[in-house]
């Protein structure tokens, strides 16, 4: 008898107490985010008003053949495609490559608690050094991503954020463990399929903020983003014509010139 009340408890508890964990990593990706969006904004007041240098280069310090930083700082660098940016922690702290390192020095606000921990990289398992990306509309420097829109508009400014507003825009995305890749999170705004998946590791659900400050969780609705399949991340083309996560990222992303 105990063992069955026991066994009764354990099962009435257990989903409580599952729960209870989802909710603690929800609460923990928002406060992560909230701080990425405060170092944006502080960036921003701190350079006239010039948004965050964002774009898809590098897994390391890139250089010139002299020896000196052939690029400007992104925000943060990193590769995913390359293995070796799957563990480069400078990627992200040390302030000659990563201009949020100018402010931020904790690795674990980068990496949001609902996602995998561990990454593997040639057979070994290594922590995660990032979970999130940043708008590729916004504050984008260097060569242009080819396979994103030319007819659409890149901010550079945070005064320039008027259509969409920034309430409207959105700044980072929790992205699918699989599909991150680039420090930007790219969106096909001319073709109906996704260059990232956004994460739904939240109870299908992902946290995304927006240029106004705000962070939220936010559910997606169709079945191909939650599944978030695709043959080849990398290549970062997975059709999925009429799906409305699609549609709604787009919405917030940018808008045409």
Sequence with gaps: ??????????????????RAKMAAKRIECLSNQRQLVS????????NSDWLVPNGGFSAGPPKSATGRFALPRLWVQGAFVIPSANTNRQALLDPQFAAFADYLQNIRVYVCPADSPSVEVRGELHPRVR????????????????????QHKV???????TTPSPAGTFLFQDVQSDSICFPYFGVRMQDESFFNFPSSAHNQRGV???ADGRVECHRWTDSRTIQAYSPEYHVHDDPSSGNPDLAWLRERTSVRK
């Design 1 to 18: 008898m105990v063992i069955a009340i026991l066994g009764l408890l354990a099962g009435l508890l257990l989903p409580a107490l599952t």
């Design 39 to 46: 170092v944006w904004m502080m960036y921003a007041s701190d």
């Design 131 to 150: 979970s999130y990306a940043l708008n590729a509309y916004l504050g984008w420097v260097g060569m242009w991503d080819s396979r994103l829109s030319e």
């Design 155 to 161: 901010f550079w400014k945070q005064s320039q954020m």
């Design 208 to 210: 995304i903020s927006f």
